[in-house]
């Protein structure tokens, strides 16, 4: 049921660590293999992919207080 996992802070929280470790190591890894002029570009998708993380993890913050409320 689609209704229950969307609901579930747990889900959201789970996703937001995924995408925000995984775009860290990513980025980590690839700032000095790329020269200095696409490191702007992989400096703005590094920044883009943690905004959405952190949204993740308010939409699960807002699951959880609906959930507790």
């Given at each position: 049921d689609k209704g229950t996992?969307?609901?579930?802070p747990?889900?959201?929280i789970s996703v937001a660590l995924?995408?925000?470790s995984s775009i860290g190591l990513m980025?980590?890894?690839f700032q000095y293999a790329n020269p200095a002029t696409?490191?702007?570009l992989?400096?703005?998708i590094f920044?883009?992919?943690n905004m959405v993380a952190h949204?993740?993890?308010?939409v699960g913050f807002i699951c959880q207080y609906r959930q507790s409320n």
């Open positions: 996992i969307i609901m579930n747990v889900f959201w995924l995408l925000f980025f980590f890894v696409k490191f702007d992989l400096w703005e920044n883009i992919t949204l993740l993890f308010a």
